[in-house]
């Protein structure tokens, strides 16, 4: 288990950016998530629709592979089979992630799941190759179970913000989350496979239900988009990371689990 001490993180200075290592350092370090996939969603079809004009069937075989059907929009009639990982986040919340795609096509399409009220809400990753260099890119679509209502986007939530957050990924890696505002944080990698480095960055964070945030962030020197639930209630994150690695020119995708605890919580003066 990592024993990182304050003096060993206060000794540490600046990282420059020419010597971070490579994304794919931290798969190890990471390792398999703890949470087991769910098999909440086997056996069943479902039907969603998102509001650029999609309406994609899911069929759900085992709690590892599904068939996605394009019924609706630009991609209709088209089909797929894909790997995809579930996790209960909450009783009736699913989180999904779908791998589709090879190379610098594969995609990680990611959604949250209310199976009590059929909302969806996904973020579509993929990846842009410019002068030989990728970047991840990520869209963010509403949906709905068909037959459960209209589509009704999730509104933006400042839960986060002024929280600094200590999460537990694995036994060595850990990482502090500083919320500054609604866009914007810093994260501070504290042991592991990118001990000492810190950003800033984008972010975005909607309302899911009391306690529980959907989360992700967008990071300015890494090509990583992460995709993530945190419940502060339980004092959880589930979620995902993504991205083109240009040494290797090769897909990194990392599902991850954590535990956290929240340090403590900045409020301003009024003057």
């Known amino acids: 288990m990592s024993t990182t001490t304050d003096s060993q993180v206060q000794a540490r200075d600046f990282v420059a950016q020419s010597d971070w290592p ?10 398999d998530p703890s949470l087991p996939a769910s098999s909440a969603l086997v056996g069943q079809t479902i039907d969603i629709t998102y509001d650029n004009g999609w309406m994609v069937r899911h069929e759900f075989h085992t709690d590892g592979e599904l068939t996605w059907t394009f019924l609706e929009g630009d991609d209709a009639g088209a089909a797929g089979t894909h ?76 839960e986060l913000v002024g929280k600094r957050i200590y999460y537990r990924y694995s036994e060595t890696e850990r990482y502090e989350h500083i919320y500054l505002n609604g866009g914007t944080f ?9 001990a000492g480095l810190a950003d800033v960055d984008e972010t975005k964070a909607f309302e899911l239900a009391d306690g529980i945030v959907v989360f992700f962030w967008k990071e300015g020197v890494m090509p990583v988009e992460s995709f993530l639930v945190v419940d502060l209630d339980e004092k959880r994150s589930v979620g995902r990371m993504f991205c083109w690695e240009n040494s290797t020119q090769s897909v990194v995708h990392i599902p991850f689990d954590s535990r956290f605890t929240i340090l403590n919580e900045t409020t301003y003066p009024n003057d």
Not at 22 to 31: C, E, L, N, R
Not at 186 to 194: F, L, M, P, Q, R
Request: aromatic letters at 6%.
């Open 22 to 31: 490579d994304v794919s350092a931290m798969i190890s370090g990471f390792g």
């Open 186 to 194: 810093v994260w501070h990698c504290i042991s592991g496979a990118e």
């Open 83 to 158: 790997p995809y990982r579930a996790v209960e986040v909450r009783p009736g919340i699913q989180l999904v992630d779908v791998l589709k795609g090879e190379g610098p096509r594969t995609h990680s399409f990611t959604f949250v799941l209310d199976l009590a009220d059929g909302r969806v809400t996904a973020a579509d990753s993929g990846i842009t190759i410019a002068d030989g260099i990728g970047r991840t890119n990520t869209t963010f679509l509403s949906g709905r179970v068909v037959g459960t209502g209209e589509i009704e986007p999730r509104r933006r939530s400042d």
